[in-house]
């Protein structure tokens, strides 16, 4: 479940109607698919163009990890690479802090993107011949820090991310992950607004995956950068985001939390997605319950002594307290009962998880 103080706060990010096609025609073919319905196909076959991005229009609030993923061609690393227009849409607005980024002209959107914006690539793209503080230190380089200064920030966010002891060491002489996170302190040094995230983590082994995953959530807690991660790995998503977008074909399918998605997809494309998802860690007590007033109606009200969990408590957490007692368990927020959650009531959430995978 979205932490609700992200959910309230301000947007950073705002993106309208977002196209990308690709080709020398592709204008007209943009005409051609919003007055007549063109396809993908017929717009390839019609105007040799690739329709990349389709019409989308999403928001990230400040502090939001907000997940793009999709299958190989669906969209998201183009649609990603957007907001710092190193491609530019063929239409569509972006805003981000308020900013007009297709408004920018040439100096303006190179100031943009060294101050406002941290990118992370699959490649580590970590120059060779620099030390890895002087790759950390680069960026402010580039913005004319003095060199005493940049080397103490640089040093700083190599502690952070727990490689301080390799300040000296060329990029060759570093494991894959932790290359990885000398291009994520890097991309933090200069203290961006927005972080972009294309795949960060896919190219490393799963456990070093895995591990990265676990530092970046912490780190992200601590600093609070809003964040687009794009990935396209479900597992990954769900692990790391508050939000997820499902991509296919160019547009965004979906937008909701991993249990918005998992528990209402949004047509049969999502729920073949998401059918290998255990609901476990995933679905709330809030999402399983009973309204109060509506249980009441036909049950007589939960002992005193009925278990007591908070509305975020996880499906398993809701098994493990029915196995240990036979009485309904009472949801709470902020210390109000809002609602019953019964053993039928979890065997139907998981019988509904069983019948998708």
């Known amino acids: 479940m979205s932490d609700p103080s992200i959910e309230s706060s301000e947007t950073v990010i705002e993106i309208s109607n977002v196209w990308k096609i690709f080709g020398d025609q592709a204008e007209a073919a943009l005409h051609a698919i919003r007055e007549q319905g063109l396809g993908k196909s017929q717009v390839l076959e019609t105007y040799n163009a690739v329709v990349g991005v389709a019409d989308v229009s999403l928001e990230v609030k400040k502090g939001e990890i907000f997940c793009v993923m999709g299958l190989s061609?669906?969209?998201?690393?183009?649609?990603?690479?957007?907001?710092?227009?190193l491609l530019e849409p063929t239409a569509g607005k972006i805003v981000i802090h308020g900013t007009d980024v297709m408004a920018l002209g040439p100096q303006e959107l190179m100031e943009f993107r060294n101050r406002k914006i941290g990118m992370v690539f699959q490649n580590f793209a970590l120059l060779p011949h620099r030390s890895v503080l002087d790759n950390v230190a680069m960026p402010?380089?580039?913005?004319?820090?003095?060199?005493?200064?940049?080397?103490?920030?640089?040093?700083?966010?190599?502690?952070?991310?727990?490689?301080?002891?390799?300040?000296?060491?060329?990029?060759?002489?570093?494991?894959?992950?932790?290359?990885?996170?000398?291009?994520?302190a890097r991309a933090l040094a200069a203290d961006p607004e927005v972080l972009l995230m294309d795949e960060p983590f896919s190219a490393?082994?799963?456990?070093?995956?895995?591990?990265?995953?676990?530092?970046?959530?912490?780190?992200s807690a601590?600093?609070?950068?809003?964040?687009?991660?794009?990935?396209?790995?479900?597992?990954?998503a769900v692990r790391i985001g508050d939000r997820i977008a499902i991509m296919r074909d160019g547009r965004v399918v979906q937008i909701g939390t991993a249990e918005d998605i998992v528990m209402h997809p949004a047509?049969?494309?999502?729920?073949?997605?998401?059918?290998?998802?255990?609901?476990?860690?995933?679905?709330?007590?809030?999402?399983v319950m009973q309204a109060m007033e509506k249980y009441q109606a036909g049950h007589?009200?939960?002992?005193?002594?009925?278990?007591?969990?908070?509305?975020?408590?996880?499906?398993?957490?809701?098994?493990q307290l029915a196995i240990e007692d036979d009485a309904p368990i009472v949801v709470r927020d902020d210390g109000v009962d809002i609602g019953v959650v019964t053993r039928p009531d979890i065997l139907q959430t998981v019988i509904e998880g069983a019948e998708t995978s």
């Open 204 to 219: 490393l082994d799963p456990l070093i995956r895995r591990q990265l995953q676990d530092e970046f959530i912490k780190l």
């Open 222 to 236: 601590v600093m609070n950068k809003t964040t687009m991660f794009i990935t396209h790995d479900l597992d990954e």
């Open 267 to 287: 047509d049969d494309y999502v729920a073949d997605f998401v059918a290998g998802i255990s609901r476990l860690k995933i679905v709330r007590a809030h999402a």
């Open 300 to 319: 007589a009200p939960p002992p005193d002594d009925a278990p007591r969990v908070n509305e975020d408590a996880s499906l398993s957490e809701l098994i």
């Open 140 to 184: 402010l380089e580039i913005r004319n820090v003095n060199k005493n200064e940049r080397m103490r920030r640089a040093a700083d966010m190599l502690k952070t991310v727990e490689l301080d002891a390799w300040a000296n060491k060329f990029a060759h002489e570093l494991s894959g992950g932790m290359q990885q996170r000398v291009g994520l």
């Open 73 to 85: 061609g669906s969209g998201k690393s183009t649609l990603v690479r957007h907001f710092n227009r």
